[in-house]
C-alpha cells in the first residue's frame, strides 16, 4: 500500500483512499484512465529510448563514416608533405551538420591540418590524442561523452602508419528530435487518457444504475419487506443475480413457514426433555465423580510408570525383574546391552537363561541368583567377581546385587537384580596387582643384584689383575678368560634384575622411537628367516624414555616372537599416536601415548598361561630364563607406561604398550676421551682416596690403581673419607680424587659425603660408584656433586680411563 508521511501525508493518504473506494463507478472510470496512463507512458518511452539508440548509433556511423573519408582523401597529401592541400581538405569538411573540428595529425602528434586554422602546426598535449598516439593503429572512439562523438581512424600508405584523422560530430541535434519526439508523445498520452475516461464514464453509467437497484432491493428485504422482488430484466450477469436473488427470496419465506411449525412442535418436545434431563443430571452428577477419582488414579499410576520408566533408563546399572516364579518382567537400556537380550525378547523367559554368569576363570556355571535371593530373603550380592555370558557368547566381569520385592503386605512377589560392568575395573585391579607383586620382587632383586655386584667386582677386578701378572703364553690364561667372560654374563644377569629395583629408574630423553624401532627391528633380525612389516605412523610423536631400556623391550618382544614361529614367519609392527580419556578401560592417565602393537602369527599362548606371562622366572621354554617379558613389564611401568598381551592358541600373539609422548628433562652424558689422552693424565704420584665398606673391593681397586701408578688412600665410610681429605689439606699433601660408594649400610654414604666434602674443598674431584648401577644419582651424578661415575662391576681399564678423564677434565677447568 502506498504510505503518505506526515500530515499533509495522511490527509491526502486520507483522500484518494475515500476518492477510489467511494463508488464503483469512479473505480471504473479511474481504473481504465490509469491504465491507458500507464500503456502510453509505456509506449512513449520505449519509443523515446529505441529513438535514442537510432540517433546515437546513426551520429556513430555518420562520424565514422567521415573519419575514414578524410583518412583516405589525406594519404597522397600526407605523403607528399603538402601542409596546403590537406587544410583544403579538412576545409571541405566545415559544412558537414554538427561538425566540432575535423584535424590531420603525424604520428609523432603534430597538427598537419585542421578546421580551425589557428592549431595547425602545432603538436597535441592532451591526454586523450596521447592516448591515441601510443596505442593500437585501429579505428577507435576516443572520448565517451553524450554531447559528442570524437572518432579517429588511422592513415596508412603501404601498410605503414603514416597519420591520423580525427573528428569530432555534436549531439545537439539528435537532443533535440529526442525533445520534440517526448514533447509529442506526453500529447499523445493526453489524448488517450481523455477518451478512455469518456468511454469508461458511458460505460460505468449503465452498470451503475442495475447495481443501484439491487441494492434498493436489498435495503427493503433488511427492513423485513419478504414480498418485495427484483424487477431487473438484463441478459448479462446482473440479471441472472436479479433471477437467483428472487428465487432466493422464495425459498426463505418457504422455510420460515416451516421453521414456526417445527418451533411448535420443539416446545412441546422441549417440556418433555427437560423433566429427562433433570432426572439424568442427577445421574450423571454421581458418575462425574467415580471418572474423576479414575481419572486422578489413572494420572498418578501413568506418572509413577514413567517415573519408573525414566529411573530405569537413566542409571548406569542393568536391572532386571522377574516374578515369583523366575521368568523375567522388565530389563532396562543397560542390562539389554550386557546380556544381548531385548524387553520384547526376555520377557517371560527364566532368569537363568537370560543372566548366566560363570566363575571368573570360566570354569564353572554360579548358583541361580533367583534361588539365592529368595532364600535368603534380603539385600545380598555376590561376594566375589563373576563372569556374565552374553547371548552372542561375550563375556564380561560384573558386579551384582540382587534383593527380593515385596508388597504392601511385605509378601515377596519377586526380585530385582542390579548389576554393572566391572571390566574395567577388574583389568585395573589386575595391573595394580602385577605391579605390586613386581615390585615386591623388585625390591628382593635390586638387594641380591646390589650384593652381587660388589662379589662380581672383587672376581672381575682380581681376574684382570691375574691376567696381567701371568705371561701370555702360561697355560691358565683361557682358564682366566673363561672366568672372565662367565662373570660378564653374570653382570648382565644382574642388570637385569635390578630393572625390578627402584634404583633401575629410566634416563628418560626425548627421543624418535620410529628410529628405535627401526635399528632393533635390523639387528634383532639379521641373519632370520622372519620377515618383519613396519607399519609407522608418518606423524608419530616423539616419546620420553630411556633408550636402553625400551631397545630392551623391542629386543625382548622380538625375540619372544621369534622363537614362536620357528618355521618362519611375518611379524607386524606397528606404531601410532594415542590420545587417551578418562572414559577408556586402560590404567592410564589421561594424556598423549604413542602406542606400538607387535604381532605374530605363531603357536600362540595357552589361555591357562597369558595371565602369568609377566610373572619373574615363569617360561615354558626348555632353556629360558623368565626374565625376559617381566622386564619389559617392569620397564614400561616405570615409564608410566602400561602394557598388555593377547594371544590366540595356533593363531598368533599381540603385545600393545603405550609410552607417554611427552618430552623429558635433558640428561647428563659425560664426556668421552680416548685411551691416550687417559694415560697423559694419569700422572705419576696423584693420590687416590677409596671409599668403600666392602674389604675385597678396597683392595682389588686399590692394586688396579697402584698398578698405574697411583697412590692409594682407604676409608670404609664417608666420616673416615672426610678427616683423611682434611688432614691431607693441612698437612699441603692433598688428595686428587675421591672414589666414594653410593651407599654404605650403617654409615654415610657417598650422598651425603660428597655435599660435605664439596663444603670443605669446592674444587674436590668425586667419582660415585655402586653396585645400583641404575640408580637415579649414577645417571645424573653432576647434579650431586660428583665429577664421574662408574658402576660395578667394573673392570681394570674402565676404573682407570674413568679416573684419568676426571683428573684431565679437572686440570683443563
Given at each position: ?348 523367559l527364566p532368569l537363568a537363561e537370560i543372566f548366566r554368569v560363570v566363575t571368573m576363570d570360566g570354569s564353572s556355571p554360579c548358583a541361580d541368583p533367583f534361588q539365592r535371593i529368595l532364600e535368603q530373603g534380603r539385600i545380598a550380592n555376590t561376594g566375589g567377581d563373576l563372569q556374565l555370558v552374553a547371548r552372542d557368547g561375550s563375556r564380561r566381569a560384573i558386579a551384582e546385587t540382587g534383593a527380593p520385592i515385596r508388597d504392601a503386605r511385605l509378601r515377596t512377589i519377586g526380585i530385582v537384580l542390579v548389576f554393572r560392568d566391572a571390566t574395567a575395573e577388574h583389568q585395573i585391579h589386575e595391573q595394580i596387582f602385577k605391579m605390586r607383586k613386581l615390585e615386591s620382587v623388585g625390591v628382593l632383586a635390586g638387594g641380591i643384584a646390589h650384593d652381587f655386584n660388589n662379589m662380581l667386582t672383587g ?28 662373570s660378564l654374563r653374570a653382570r648382565a644377569l644382574t642388570q637385569q634384575l635390578l630393572t625390578f629395583s627402584k634404583g633401575g629408574e629410566p634416563v628418560r630423553q626425548q627421543a624418535s622411537l620410529a628410529e628405535l624401532i627401526r635399528e632393533t627391528c635390523d639387528f634383532v633380525l639379521a641373519g632370520s628367516s622372519i620377515r618383519v612389516q613396519l607399519d609407522l605412523a608418518p606423524d608419530l610423536a616423539p616419546a620420553a624414555i630411556d633408550k636402553g631400556q625400551i631397545g630392551q623391550v623391542l629386543q625382548n618382544i622380538l625375540l619372544n616372537a621369534i622363537q614362536a614361529m620357528p618355521g618362519g614367519g611375518i611379524i607386524q609392527l606397528r606404531a601410532e599416536n594415542h590420545h587417551h580419556t578418562p572414559d577408556a578401560p586402560l590404567a592410564l592417565p589421561t594424556g598423549d601415548y604413542v602406542k606400538v ?217
Amino acid at each position: 500500500m502506498i504510505s503518505f508521511p506526515g500530515k499533509y501525508g495522511r490527509w491526502t493518504g486520507h483522500f484518494f483512499r475515500q476518492l477510489w473506494a467511494g463508488s464503483i463507478r469512479r473505480q471504473l472510470i479511474l481504473g481504465i484512465t490509469l491504465v491507458h496512463a500507464v500503456l502510453m507512458t509505456i509506449f512513449v518511452v520505449d519509443l523515446v529510448s529505441r529513438q535514442r539508440v537510432f540517433l546515437h548509433q546513426q551520429s556513430l556511423r555518420s562520424t565514422l563514416a567521415l573519419a575514414q573519408s578524410l583518412a583516405a582523401n589525406s594519404v597522397s597529401w600526407v605523403l607528399a608533405g603538402d601542409v596546403v592541400g590537406l587544410e583544403e581538405v579538412v576545409r571541405s569538411q566545415r559544412d558537414f551538420p554538427g561538425l566540432r573540428y575535423a584535424m590531420i595529425l603525424s604520428p609523432e602528434g603534430r597538427v598537419l591540418g585542421h578546421s580551425e586554422d589557428q592549431h595547425t602546426g602545432l603538436y597535441v598535449s592532451d591526454p586523450v590524442s596521447l592516448s591515441l598516439l601510443e596505442g593500437t593503429p585501429t579505428i577507435r572512439q576516443l572520448v565517451e561523452d553524450p554531447g559528442v562523438v570524437d572518432m579517429a581512424a588511422p592513415i596508412y600508405a603501404n601498410e605503414r602508419l603514416i597519420g591520423w584523422a580525427r573528428v569530432a560530430i555534436s549531439r545537439e541535434e539528435i537532443s533535440s528530435g529526442l525533445k520534440n519526439i517526448t514533447r509529442d508523445g506526453l500529447w499523445y498520452t493526453f489524448f488517450a487518457i481523455a477518451l478512455g475516461s469518456v468511454f469508461a464514464l458511458f460505460m460505468a453509467r449503465g452498470l451503475t444504475r442495475a447495481l443501484n437497484h439491487l441494492v434498493q432491493v436489498a435495503e427493503r428485504i433488511r427492513g423485513g419487506d419478504d414480498q418485495v422482488r427484483s424487477q431487473l430484466d438484463r441478459p448479462d450477469e446482473l440479471g441472472r443475480l436479479s433471477e437467483t436473488l428472487n428465487a432466493t427470496l422464495d425459498t426463505v419465506v418457504a422455510q420460515k413457514q416451516e421453521l414456526l411449525t417445527a418451533r411448535r412442535d420443539q416446545d412441546r418436545t422441549l417440556q418433555e426433555l427437560q423433566k429427562t434431563v433433570r432426572s439424568m443430571e442427577e445421574v450423571n452428577e454421581c458418575l462425574n465423580m467415580e471418572v474423576e477419582l479414575r481419572r486422578q488414579t489413572e494420572e498418578y499410576l501413568a506418572k509413577e510408570k514413567e517415573q519408573l520408566a525414566v529411573t530405569l533408563a537413566s542409571i548406569a546399572e542393568g536391572v532386571i525383574t522377574t516374578d515369583l516364579t523366575g521368568r523375567v518382567i522388565l530389563l532396562n537400556r543397560v542390562a539389554a546391552a550386557l546380556t544381548g537380550w531385548s524387553q520384547e525378547e526376555a520377557t517371560g523367559l527364566p532368569l537363568a537363561e537370560i543372566f548366566r554368569v560363570v566363575t571368573m576363570d570360566g570354569s564353572s556355571p554360579c548358583a541361580d541368583p533367583f534361588q539365592r535371593i529368595l532364600e535368603q530373603g534380603r539385600i545380598a550380592n555376590t561376594g566375589g567377581d563373576l563372569q556374565l555370558v552374553a547371548r552372542d557368547g561375550s563375556r564380561r566381569a560384573i558386579a551384582e546385587t540382587g534383593a527380593p520385592i515385596r508388597d504392601a503386605r511385605l509378601r515377596t512377589i519377586g526380585i530385582v537384580l542390579v548389576f554393572r560392568d566391572a571390566t574395567a575395573e577388574h583389568q585395573i585391579h589386575e595391573q595394580i596387582f602385577k605391579m605390586r607383586k613386581l615390585e615386591s620382587v623388585g625390591v628382593l632383586a635390586g638387594g641380591i643384584a646390589h650384593d652381587f655386584n660388589n662379589m662380581l667386582t672383587g672376581i672381575l677386578g682380581n681376574l684382570n689383575l691375574a691376567r696381567i701378572y701371568l705371561p701370555m703364553d702360561n697355560q691358565a690364561r683361557p682358564l682366566l678368560d673363561s672366568a672372565e667372560q662367565a662373570s660378564l654374563r653374570a653382570r648382565a644377569l644382574t642388570q637385569q634384575l635390578l630393572t625390578f629395583s627402584k634404583g633401575g629408574e629410566p634416563v628418560r630423553q626425548q627421543a624418535s622411537l620410529a628410529e628405535l624401532i627401526r635399528e632393533t627391528c635390523d639387528f634383532v633380525l639379521a641373519g632370520s628367516s622372519i620377515r618383519v612389516q613396519l607399519d609407522l605412523a608418518p606423524d608419530l610423536a616423539p616419546a620420553a624414555i630411556d633408550k636402553g631400556q625400551i631397545g630392551q623391550v623391542l629386543q625382548n618382544i622380538l625375540l619372544n616372537a621369534i622363537q614362536a614361529m620357528p618355521g618362519g614367519g611375518i611379524i607386524q609392527l606397528r606404531a601410532e599416536n594415542h590420545h587417551h580419556t578418562p572414559d577408556a578401560p586402560l590404567a592410564l592417565p589421561t594424556g598423549d601415548y604413542v602406542k606400538v602393537t607387535v604381532q605374530d602369527n605363531g603357536v600362540g599362548i595357552p589361555a591357562e598361561y597369558l595371565p602369568r606371562i609377566f610373572d619373574p622366572y615363569f617360561t615354558t621354554k626348555q632353556h629360558g630364563s623368565g626374565l625376559g617379558l617381566a622386564i619389559t613389564h617392569s620397564i614400561i611401568s616405570k615409564h608410566e607406561g602400561l602394557i598388555q598381551a593377547e594371544s590366540t592358541p595356533g593363531k598368533g600373539t599381540t603385545l600393545t604398550f603405550y609410552l607417554p609422548s611427552r618430552p623429558a628433562a635433558p640428561g647428563v652424558q659425560a664426556t668421552a676421551i680416548t685411551h691416550a689422552e687417559d694415560q697423559l693424565c694419569a700422572a705419576s704420584g696423584s693420590r687416590v682416596l677409596i671409599m668403600d665398606d666392602e674389604p675385597m673391593i678396597r683392595e682389588v681397586a686399590g692394586k688396579m690403581l697402584e698398578r698405574a701408578g697411583y697412590e692409594v688412600l682407604y676409608a670404609v665410610d664417608g666420616e673416615e673419607a672426610l678427616a683423611q681429605y682434611r688432614t691431607g689439606m693441612e698437612i699441603s699433601h692433598p688428595i686428587d680424587l675421591v672414589i666414594m660408594d653410593l651407599t654404605i649400610p650403617g654409615g654415610m654414604g657417598g650422598q651425603e659425603a660428597v655435599g660435605k666434602l664439596m663444603a670443605l674443598d669446592p674444587a674436590a674431584r668425586v667419582i660415585v660408584s655402586s653396585g645400583y648401577a641404575n640408580d637415579p644419582v649414577m645417571s645424573r651424578y653432576q647434579d650431586y656433586g660428583f665429577l664421574g661415575c662408574i658402576g660395578k662391576p667394573y673392570e681394570m681399564q674402565s676404573l682407570l680411563d674413568e679416573v684419568a678423564r676426571v683428573l684431565r677434565l679437572t686440570r683443563r677447568n
